[in-house]
Each structure stands twice: as structure tokens, then as C-alpha cells.
């Protein structure tokens, strides 16, 4: 079955950069939507950006100028760079598969990522 795997996540400052990679196995990713998304402390699952299988984009509006999602088809893999990171940042961060028209989704564990003030 697909697998999602999330790396990239850390303690940094704030106005510090992180790069979180997500890579994918059991399936080729090449014709399917992903996202990140992610969950502060204490609330509830959050989106943070999406990429198309053609590479159109979308951004929480509290990302947008700071994050960039991209995605490697070779290596079957999406990142999200992450810059200018704020405290309010601070969330585990979660790698999404879109199985449209399928029902349902698929996760990766997800990453920690703490921007210290």
C-alpha cells in the first residue's frame, strides 16, 4: 500500500528556514494532488498548501510569501520549504495523497516543527 514518509522537521529560530520532504512509495504520485497540512499544539488539523499534478499552487493565507510546495516526480517526492518561520509555525506537519476520485486520503506520520522565539 502507499506509504508517506515526512522529513525535514526541527527546532529553529524564528526567521529561520526548514525544507520538509515527503516521500512516497508504493505508488507513483505523478498524477495525484498533494498537501501539507498541519496541527499546532492544542488544535485541530490545518491546511497549508496544496500542488496539482500539473504544479498549480495554493496557500493558507497565513503561509502565502513565506512557504513554497513543490514536487519532484522522479523521486516521487513533495517538499515544502518553509521560510521567514514564526512561533505561530509551530505545528506537526503532515504529508497528504489525494485519491480523487477515490474515497479518502492518505497521511504520513508527520514531522515536528518547533520555531522558537
Known amino acids: 500500500q502507499v506509504q508517506l514518509v515526512e522529513s525535514g522537521g526541527g527546532l529553529v529560530q524564528a526567521g529561520g528556514s526548514l525544507r520538509l520532504s515527503c516521500a512516497a512509495s508504493g505508488k507513483s504520485i505523478s498524477r495525484n494532488s498533494m498537501g501539507w497540512y498541519r496541527q499546532p499544539p492544542g488544535k485541530q488539523r490545518e491546511f497549508v498548501a496544496t500542488?496539482?499534478?500539473?504544479?498549480?499552487?495554493s496557500y493558507a493565507d497565513s503561509v502565502k510569501g513565506r512557504f513554497t510546495i513543490s514536487r519532484d516526480n522522479a523521486k516521487n517526492t513533495v517538499y515544502l520549504q518553509m521560510n521567514s518561520l514564526k512561533p505561530e509555525d509551530t505545528a506537526v506537519y503532515y504529508c497528504?495523497?489525494?485519491?480523487?476520485?477515490?474515497?479518502?486520503?492518505?497521511w504520513g506520520q508527520g514531522t515536528q516543527v518547533t520555531v522558537s522565539s
Open positions: 497528504k495523497l489525494s485519491k480523487w476520485p477515490l474515497t479518502g486520503d492518505y
Open positions: 500542488i496539482t499534478s500539473g504544479g498549480a499552487t
